[in-house]
Nanobody
Framework: QVLLVESGGGLVQTGGSLRLSCSVSGRTFSSSAMGWFRQAPGKEREFVAA???????AYADSVKGRFTISRDNVKNTVALQMNSLKPEDTAEYYC???????????????????WGQGTQVTVSS
């Protein structure tokens, strides 16, 4: 059974930083694409950032230049460094894993087969 556990969320002021981490167990982490998604109240879950098994990355336009995704294939973790946070970044943040396949799509929610429980990020104005 695949288990993804997020940590690092919290309350921060506008312009501040947070680092989210996701620990993965129960699957071959090194061959999985990993993504971060977020969902604000009353809104659909949306793509934030993702990193492929080979280190290739993708970001939503709204976070480019502010957020950085990284992975550690020894510790089986993926991190999301969030800088210059804005109130509109407030949401529940989810870590997700996508199995290796020839049709990997980093920004496509439906391609991710395993999800964490989420961690809340709140940015005060």
């Amino acid at each position: 059974q695949v288990l993804l556990v997020e940590s690092g969320g919290g309350l921060v002021q506008t312009g501040g930083s947070l680092r989210l981490s996701c620990s993965v167990s129960g699957r071959t982490f090194s061959s999985s694409a990993m993504g971060w998604f977020r969902q604000a109240p009353g809104k659909e879950r949306e793509f934030v950032a993702a990193i492929n098994y080979n280190g290739g990355t993708a970001y939503a336009d709204s976070v480019k230049g502010r957020f950085t995704i990284s992975r550690d294939n020894v510790k089986n973790t993926v991190a999301l460094q969030m800088n210059s946070l804005k109130p509109e970044d407030t949401a529940e943040y989810y870590c997700a894993a996508q199995r290796f396949s020839p049709s990997i799509a980093l920004a496509t929610i439906a391609k991710y087969d395993s999800w964490g429980q989420g961690t809340q990020v709140t940015v005060s104005s």
